[in-house]
């Protein structure tokens, strides 16, 4: 299954990052402290390249510490980049992003020169929790669905430093199998953009290797880690679906309420701190989804050199979209 989510508001932010980053002086991008590496957007490096970038590993309360330092070092190595992990909604850690901000760009600030920094992010990251801890009251909507913030907007957090907050915004294609169940068992991709039942047996096969302990001390099916690691992730989901009563006539597993329930207890830190991926499992996962991508983009152009299939048009551009500016 490819799970693909890219609503059109995603596209007009794309746009209004692009025309916003000219005059920007920082780069905040949030990244899910579960999933540092799939909820990092490629296209922000595109969009942003060239500008002092703070990786923010938001929700670090409910991810493995552990591996929450590996990413920590694995960002903080990289040239004019700073990484923090915190809890968007306490409010003395996020003050430290400002302080952050001002060590990226130590020639901003005052009224002259008013540090400006643009807050990125993939859908349901945190950015808006964050902004309202900044700000100390409610400066942007939240919500716990993907796709809240829809406009950009600018928000003062001092006479000389401003904040503009952009929607969240995926890209149009994951081409990362493992990023995409990773985004969408954490809530960051539209419900009708995958299927619980897969989503959930590619959690399962993840935690069993990584957690067992955390899952047998969740669910109790009396199982030694090597027995979750050895049985098959359809297997678990049932028998999990079985233990909590996840059940439909004649006694049998409801497969879509059990699935359902293992990503809940995810989302909601039932099962435990958890984080899907390390630096080097992402490094893996990106090489070979990038060589895959790379065969597919060969294999079309031979189909369409061979006129199997048409040239590719360019669509025409929105007349509307393109004479709206950000504000």
């Known amino acids: 299954m490819s799970i693909q989510w890219f609503p059109g508001h995603m596209h007009l932010t794309r746009q209004a990052i692009a025309e916003r980053v000219k005059e920007i002086d920082v780069v905040i991008e949030m990244l899910d402290a579960r999933l540092p590496g799939s ?29 929450t330092a590996l990413w920590l070092a694995h960002y903080n190595a990289q040239p004019d980049t700073r990484a923090i992990a915190l809890d968007a909604s306490v409010t003395a850690p996020a003050r430290a992003l400002i302080d952050a901000c001002f060590e990226l760009a130590p020639r901003r600030g005052g009224m002259v020169k008013p540090m400006r920094v643009l807050i990125c992010g993939i859908p349901n990251v945190g950015k808006s929790t964050l902004i309202n801890t900044l700000k100390g009251k409610r400066a942007a909507k939240t919500g716990d669905e993907a796709g809240v913030t829809r406009t950009e907007a600018r ?13 969240g915004m995926l890209w149009p294609r994951i081409f990362v199998p493992e990023s995409g169940y990773n985004l969408a068992a954490s809530g960051a991709v539209g419900k009708n953009a995958y299927d619980e039942e897969e989503v959930a047996y590619e959690l399962i096969a993840k935690l069993k ?34 233990k909590r009563g996840a059940l439909a006539g004649g006694g049998r597993v409801n497969m879509q309420k059990a699935a359902e329930l293992v990503i809940a207890d995810f989302r909601a830190l039932h099962i435990g701190r958890i984080t899907l991926e390390t630096p080097e499992q992402f490094a893996r996962w990106l090489k070979a989804g990038k ?24 669509p025409k551009p929105d007349k509307r979209s393109a004479a709206r500016k950000p504000r």
């Open 209 to 242: 290797t990584d957690y067992p302990a955390l899952m047998e001390a969740r669910y109790q099916l009396g199982l030694s880690p090597e027995a979750w690691a050895q049985t098959h992730d359809d297997e678990l989901v049932e028998a999990i679906g079985r």
């Open 155 to 167: 928000i003062a957090l001092a006479d000389d430093f401003y904040l503009y907050d952009t929607p």
């Open 291 to 314: 060589q895959a991508d790379a065969e597919r983009a060969a294999r079309k152009k031979k189909l369409r050199d061979e006129g199997h299939i048409s040239p590719e048009r360019k």
């Open 39 to 67: 909820s990092a957007n490629p296209l922000m490096q595109q969009l942003t390249s060239g500008r002092p970038t703070l990786k923010v590993l938001n929700k670090q309360d409910m991810a493995d510490p552990a591996r």
